[in-house]
T-cell receptor, first 113, second 112 residues
Framework: DTGVSQNPRHKITKRGQNVTFRCDPI?????LYWYRQTLGQGPEFLTY????????KSRLLSDRFSAERPKGSFSTLEIQRTEQGDSAMYLC???????????FGQGTRLTVV | LAKTTQPISMDSYEGQEVNITCSHN???????ITWYQQFPSQGPRFIIQ???TKVTNEVASLFIPADRKSSTLSLPRVSLSDTAVYYC?????????????FGSGTRLQVQP
């Protein structure tokens, strides 16, 4: 499968714990996006990378969230001190520069209990 | 960012043509119009993209009037499997972030 891969698919964690998600984009794609989606809402933009550079972060993204893409390939999204409000589907997408056709992964569903 | 407005929901029957209109009054000159489809528990999937006039692919058609302040996604002869949420996005191809800002979408329900 050469699509966008996200791991894990599901994560249940206790409030206050840290969690980390991984996204492997399509290999030739230099842009990588992270979104969060809650039930009944559209995907909410979190951040995006052009190669290894993080070019934009949503102002809605608190300091507990951090994302990296160290070698311009895979990316990780870490949430520190999780809260119940962080429960959502976290989606990753990738594309080539200047292309509005992005390919999404299946997402990581986070449940904070 | 160009804001988009779509109907919250639509209902149709199998075999009918469905047209979903999106308003984007403050679209910028270099903005493209892109539509995505999303099924439950899956990531969105690209359907079609256009800049002006009409674009057609194997899945849908996209109609864009001359002033580009709106666009209409047309799904010919829908089936039950077209039941999904459809998102209209407006943004420039040279700035990927603007191109991928989602609204609340239109929930299409296709009945037998």
């Amino acid at each position: 499968d050469t699509g966008v891969s996200q791991n894990p698919r599901h994560k249940i964690t206790k409030r206050g714990q840290n969690v980390t998600f991984r996204c492997d984009p399509i290999s030739e794609h230099n842009r990588l996006y992270w979104y969060r989606q809650t039930l009944g809402q559209g995907p909410e933009f979190l951040t995006y990378f052009q190669n290894e550079a993080q070019l934009e972060k949503s102002r809605l993204l608190s300091d507990r969230f951090s994302a990296e893409r160290p070698k311009g390939s895979f990316s990780t999204l870490e949430i520190q001190r999780t809260e119940q409000g962080d429960s959502a589907m976290y989606l990753c997408a990738s594309s080539t520069t200047g292309n509005t056709e992005a390919f999404f992964g299946q997402g990581t569903r986070l449940t904070v209990v | 960012l160009a804001k988009t407005t779509q109907p919250i929901s639509m209902d149709s029957y199998e075999g009918q043509e469905v047209n979903i209109t999106c308003s984007h009054n403050n679209i910028a000159t270099n903005d493209y119009i892109t539509w995505y489809q999303q099924f439950p528990s899956q990531g969105p999937r690209f359907i079609i993209q256009g800049y002006k006039t009409k674009v057609t692919n194997e899945v849908a058609s996209l109609f864009i009037p001359a002033d580009r302040k709106s666009s209409t996604l047309s799904l010919p002869r829908v089936s039950l499997s077209d039941t999904a949420v459809y998102y209209c996005l407006v943004g420039g191809g040279d700035t990927g972030r603007r191109a991928l800002t989602f609204g609340s979408g239109t929930r299409l329900q296709v009945q037998p």
